[in-house]
């Protein structure tokens, strides 16, 4: 299906690779580094990690990026050092510092602070990040010095816990609804301890059902075979394994993969990953009014490699 030969033409790959990203480069950059290994002929990523981070980064491919969006709505799960008692532009290590001042807090403290985010909260995103204003994105208005109005959003942090105190930093897990901005978390955490604070390391351990123990690093992926490579690839209907599963015969699935509404079976209404009765993976469709609906489809021929264009 795919070959790691720089000679190899582009391939139709679908599927989804659950990539650890490394420190130092971007969420784009490491994507297009595991494209390149499968000569992947599309090719996209849901949710972006800033170059500090590290840590769970789905990749799709193929049919797999047109279900991009149900990871991106995922919850999200994050290891974090926090900094106390420095601030700075972007709100980790990355930037500039702004401020220094004496961390005088205790567990305690902490854990008090920490309560106070659990739950639904309003977060102002960060002036260097990849939010868009008037169709550029907010970190190139921070570049130039430009001030830009920032409202503030509704995000939800399912768990805060705290891992670790040591006296000038802690360790935290973080799952929270998408969104949330974890650099954000950290200042204002800092803000009401009174002494600020930045994140200095930051790690993504679970994206919605997928798991960072079942991901795989660019250097092992290197490393591979085409064979053994291929291996890691998960299918397409991995990305939308959260929905409940339905099934349905032809000649309403012959139907249904035109495009066309067909009569649902007797389940109750909402979104659904639909199945050929020979267990072929179809879509996905939603149930309501005794109809089951189409919503997003996969080509009739997922399966089936084709090479595109060869590589330069």
């Known amino acids: 299906m795919s070959s790691g030969s720089a000679r190899v033409p582009w391939q ?6 659950l990539l650890d990203k490394p420190p130092g480069v971007s969420s784009n ?15 996209g990523h849901s949710g972006t990690l800033d170059p500090l981070a590290t840590g769970l980064l789905p990749c799709l491919f193929g049919e797999a990026t047109k279900f991009g969006a149900e990871l991106l709505d995922a919850e999200k799960t994050y290891e974090a050092t926090v900094a106390l008692g420095v601030t ?3 709100g980790d290590a990355e930037g500039e510092v702004v401020e220094r001042r004496p961390v005088a807090v205790g567990t305690a403290d902490v854990e008090r602070v920490l309560a106070r985010f659990r ?3 309003s977060q102002v995103p960060p002036a260097y990040s990849a939010l868009k204003h008037e169709g550029r994105p907010l970190y190139e208005y921070a570049r130039a010095g430009v001030p830009v109005e920032r409202p503030p959003r509704a995000v939800t942090i399912h768990e805060l816990a705290l891992r670790r105190f040591g006296g000038d930093s802690l360790d935290v897990t973080v799952r929270c609804s998408k969104g949330t901005y974890v650099r954000t978390l950290a200042e ?4 009401e301890l009174g002494c600020g604070a930045h994140v200095a390391g930051l790690r993504r351990t679970a994206v919605g059902r997928f798991s960072i123990a079942d ?3 660019l250097t092992a992926l290197e490393a591979l075979g085409p064979d053994a490579r291929d291996a890691h690839l998960q299918p397409v209907d991995a990305v939308v394994g959260h929905l409940p599963a339905v099934a349905v015969a032809d000649p309403a699935a012959a139907r249904f993969r035109r495009g066309q509404t067909v009569a649902a079976p ?3 209404a909402g979104r659904f990953r639909v ?3 020979d267990g072929a993976f179809i879509g996905i469709g939603e149930i309501g009014s005794g109809e089951l609906r189409p919503r997003r489809l996969v080509r009739q021929d997922a399966a089936s490699p084709e090479a595109v264009r060869t590589a330069a």
């Open 188 to 191: 204002d955490v800092g803000r």
């Open 29 to 43: 950059a490491a994507l297009q580094a595991a494209r390149r290994l499968y000569r992947a002929r599309k090719a």
């Open 119 to 121: 739950g639904p909260i």
């Open 88 to 90: 700075t532009t972007t």
């Open 215 to 217: 991901a795989v690093r």
């Open 12 to 17: 139709r790959v679908d599927g989804v690779l």
């Open 266 to 268: 007797p389940l109750a």
């Open 275 to 277: 199945y050929h009765a």
